[in-house]
């Protein structure tokens, strides 16, 4: 029944003119705002202990990243009628060469990228360029929600590796293939993250990222979509970044993560108004922490606790 009715409204969405669809998105994220009192009230405390905001300015931001929450749902629904052809009328990308002489290497690319913006977008925007996509997804929790999902996403020619489920073996396959592996590094990694300031307050970190980029010698691009004013979608790709071996390697692989930290931090703070300020970010307390050694070997990841 859900799975049904979200392939019916994707079948609307595609039928629908986008500018009128943005325009729903404007009036969905308004009336969000104003009836989700939890959700509203959580983002409005984040955003002012993290940004140092007036309790109106939280508010007045809060609003504006409902609203873009409200288009992404709808462009989300929107993907089977991107293709090829049209993709380049709603997004445009800085930098693709970055991209293209990473997959050159052969070793994979992990894709570092958070919350931000239009994210599902971001793997139409690689994959309709002919380049191979795939990430690890947190399942939805209504399973015909994450079939809708995840078909949607094949529209896009997107191979999504399901929490849960084999997907670290399924991520390192695809590295070896020389695919993208897209990693969402906002979330709460629970106990067994890395703790680091994130806008101001310890966070735990998944460090998933620094070891996949450890294990294949993959570079690490940091890549996020972002809304422009006239409703399109730019892609901004950074510079490669590389796994420093100083033969400690618990310690190496936390400060990578602290490098890479800092740059979603950057895009967060540079565009407060396309991160999703209500997730539960800062969820699990330092307390709570589980330490953890990282190993690698020739099959697969091992994470020992203590």
């Known amino acids: 029944m859900h799975y049904k009715m979200v392939m019916a409204l994707s079948f609307l969405a595609c039928h629908t003119p986008y500018r009128l669809l943005m325009a729903a998105g404007w009036l969905l994220g308004n ?5 989700i009192k939890r959700q509203r009230e959580l983002a409005i405390a984040q955003i002012m202990s993290a940004l140092h ?29 991107l293709n090829k052809k049209n993709f380049r009328k709603y ?24 919350h931000i913006g239009t994210w599902e977008w971001l793997s139409a925007a690689f994959s309709l360029n002919g380049m191979p996509v795939t990430a690890i997804a947190k399942s939805q929790p209504n399973m015909q929600y994450t079939y809708a999902l995840n078909d949607l996403r094949k529209t896009i020619d997107v191979e999504i590796f399901s929490r849960g489920t084999s997907e670290l073996l399924a991520a390192a396959r695809a590295l070896k293939q020389g695919k993208i592996l897209g990693f969402l590094a906002d979330q709460d990694a629970g106990p067994g993250g890395a703790f680091i300031d994130f806008l101001g307050r310890p ?13 294949f010698n993959a570079p690490v691009l940091p890549a996020f979509i972002l809304r422009k ?18 033969g400690d390697t618990d310690r190496d692989l936390y400060d990578f993560t602290v490098k890479m930290t800092r740059i979603l931090e950057r895009v967060v703070r540079e565009n407060p108004t396309q991160w999703l300020w209500f997730q539960k970010r800062w969820n699990t307390p330092p307390e709570e922490k589980h330490v953890k050694h990282h190993t690698v070997t020739a099959g697969e990841d091992k994470t020992a606790h203590e």
């Open 53 to 81: 905001m007036t309790e109106t300015e939280a508010k007045k931001t809060v609003r504006a990243s409902f609203i873009n929450l409200a288009r992404n749902v709808l462009e989300i629904l929107y993907m089977p009628h």
């Open 31 to 35: 009336l969000y705002y104003l009836l």
């Open 203 to 215: 966070a735990s970190t998944p460090m998933g990222p620094a070891v996949f980029a450890r294990k």
């Open 91 to 114: 997004i445009e990308i800085d930098h693709l060469e970055r991209m293209e002489a990473a997959l050159a290497e052969g070793k994979g690319v992990v894709v570092l990228t958070g």
């Open 229 to 246: 004013k006239d409703g399109r979608h730019r892609v901004v790709i950074g510079e490669a970044l590389r796994y420093e071996d100083h």
